[in-house]
């Protein structure tokens, strides 16, 4: 291995962009290339060719400071170098190898994000996918790359002038650490802040806003009426939607034999209390104002970051027990699941937990024979949430009855457990854990039906699909091949999804921001036959023959399409 060192770039418009790729470590610009040809590779989500442009570009990017890192070790240890002849023949044929494998991966990425596509059932790519995707992550990378040098540039010029003081090792591992904690410091303390400050004043006016097309309800027994502890204002942009959405007694009644009744949903936006505490102290006297306890289900649902309830899941189980429910949910943000996700998670289990807890005292006070069954629902970060609220030792007194969670995120520490200690044999897709008397597992293709298994006092139902990357992307996947791909895969993963070291973690990574752009039934948007199967399983409603449960399947696909 050789490395220049870097040159000065020429002066003028012509001489600056050649003096600046000249400048850059011939390593880097071969590990941007690698990574640039592995990120065309299909992952758990198919992308457009503008996204996978995008993806490529910070693939490539990553490459070149994985590039920069490799360099810096290696003159860190002071190996040997290449040099003359043998040195411009290693390059030439490593560069060759290198544009062959870019050019060999442009041509096969359309084939193979149509695999994906045709497992998914959606239509083939149509048009020039590989040029558009080199064209668009072209400009992408560049300014990533600059990005990349500029932090090299800072960790020499700062190693340079302690290197007058110090020997030449300590003066680069000197310089390393002081140009990590400069660039911590801006991305953190200014840009990080700037960006969040940003967001959160975006996310927040779009939540504040208040759609002249939807009025507040004018029935006093709904959430949001003038009679309401909870003020229409208060419930925010979803907890509006929430509250004016859903079916009525009379779409339940059309739809279900025997009496129907109209659901009760409650809601306490960020708004409503100051605290988390506060807004679940309000939404239990709101439970109690309408009704809510005299109800036969009562489920608490922890939302998403944005504060939505998935309406398929909420619908299904108001039609299942023909209106005989309760809902009530506390808004913890405002911000999508996968920012979230990593700058927040602690919200939605805050949130999650005060809710619980405030529900849960009035309801263990109440005569068993007279109160509703009670569970717990959340999807992708409210499932975190929701889950992290579940504190059985808290409960192990008076067991609730269960829970659904979907897409729970990788991050949520008892699914991780359930997934790690499956039964031998089942996939991490789809695992199977112990009996089957507490936990199950399911996807599109229902999976809880397990020959001999019995229920007991508590039913616990993940639904997840194999191709959500908001449940199986991990840390680990860096450097370690997925679990899931290993044996048997989910029915939605392409059979040309191989693993490659950082790169695939990069891809899912960056699948969990167009995760929910499939259309329900795949990646990160769940189904509402599937959300019946799972209530079924775990509430058990009276009443619902085979017939009759496809039936309603049918219509809500149709209605929550």
């Known amino acids: 291995m050789s490395e ?4 000065s770039p020429k002066r003028g418009f012509t001489g600056w962009l050649p003096g600046y790729l000249a400048s850059f470590p011939f390593t880097a610009i071969i ?37 920069l890192g490799l360099v810096w070790i290696w003159n860190f240890l ?4 290449l040099r003359g002849k043998t040195d411009k023949v290693f390059k030439a044929a490593v560069a060759f190898v290198t544009a062959a494998l870019v050019f060999y991966f442009l041509w096969l990425t359309s084939s193979w994000q149509d695999s994906a596509r045709e497992l998914m059932r959606l239509e083939p790519l149509t048009g020039a996918y590989a040029p558009i995707a080199a064209v668009v992550a072209a400009p992408t990378a560049f300014v990533l790359l600059l990005i990349g ?15 007058r003081f110090v020997p030449r090792r300590i003066s680069m591992f000197a310089g390393l650490v002081a140009a990590t904690w400069l660039l911590a410091t801006v991305v953190n303390g200014t840009l990080g802040r700037w960006g969040m400050e940003a967001m959160d004043a975006a996310f927040l006016a779009v939540d504040q806003r208040i759609d002249p097309d939807l009025p507040p309800p004018s029935d006093a027994g709904v959430t949001g009426s003038a009679q309401s502890l909870i003020s229409w204002k208060n419930l925010g942009r979803q907890g509006r939607r929430f509250m004016t959405s859903g079916p009525t007694q009379q779409d339940i009644q059309s739809r279900v034999s025997g009496e129907a009744m109209r659901p009760i949903r409650v809601y306490a936006g960020l708004g409503a209390g100051q605290t988390h505490e506060a807004r679940a102290k309000l939404a239990l006297e709101e439970l109690k104002r309408v009704g809510a306890f005299s109800r036969s289900v009562l489920v608490v649902a922890t939302p998403t970051g944005t504060g939505w309830i998935d309406e398929a899941a909420a619908d299904s189980l108001e039609y299942l027990h023909r209106g005989d429910t309760a809902i009530v949910a506390q808004q913890y943000s405002y911000l999508t699941s996968y920012v979230s996700l990593f700058v927040e998670p602690g919200y939605s289990a805050a949130t999650a937990r005060a809710l619980l807890k405030a529900v849960y005292g009035h309801w263990t006070k109440l005569p068993k024979a ?62 199977k854990f112990r009996d089957g008397s507490f936990v199950r597992f399911t996807n599109q293709t229902n999976a809880l039906g397990i020959d001999g298994a ?24 860096f450097l370690q091949t997925p679990d899931w791909l290993v044996g048997k895969r989910g029915p939605e993963v392409s059979k040309e999804l191989d693993w490659f070291p950082v790169v695939t973690a990069v891809q899912i990574g ?21 959300y019946i199967d799972a209530w079924l399983e775990v509430t058990e409603p009276d009443g619902w023959s085979r017939e009759d449960v496809e039936r309603l399947k049918a219509y809500m696909e149709e209605q929550t399409r």
């Open 31 to 67: 590990a941007a290339g690698a990574f640039f040809a592995l990120s065309l590779s299909p992952s758990l989500v198919p992308r457009s060719p503008a996204i996978q442009g995008v993806l490529s570009g910070l693939s490539a990017a990553v490459g070149f400071w994985v590039g």
């Open 4 to 7: 220049k060192e870097p040159v």
């Open 370 to 431: 007279n109160r509703p069954k009670l569970y717990l629902y959340g999807l992708s970060l409210g499932a975190y949430g929701s889950e992290q609220s579940a504190d059985l030792y808290f409960m192990l007194g008076d067991l609730i009855n269960g829970a659904v969670w979907s897409g729970p995120p990788f991050r949520s520490a008892r699914w991780s457990a359930f997934t790690r200690d499956r039964n031998p044999g089942s996939p991490a897709w789809l695992p």
């Open 510 to 530: 960056f699948d969990m921001i167009h995760a929910s752009d499939l259309g329900r039934g795949l990646g990160h948007m769940y189904a509402a036959s599937h």
């Open 454 to 477: 019995t229920w007991g006092p508590v039913r616990i139902v993940y639904l997840q699909y194999a191709s959500d990357p908001i449940t199986f992307f991990s840390p680990y996947w």
């Open 149 to 163: 040098y500029g932090f090299s540039w800072v960790c020499r010029y700062i190693s340079g002038q302690i290197n």
């Open 78 to 81: 002071e190996l040997p170098v």
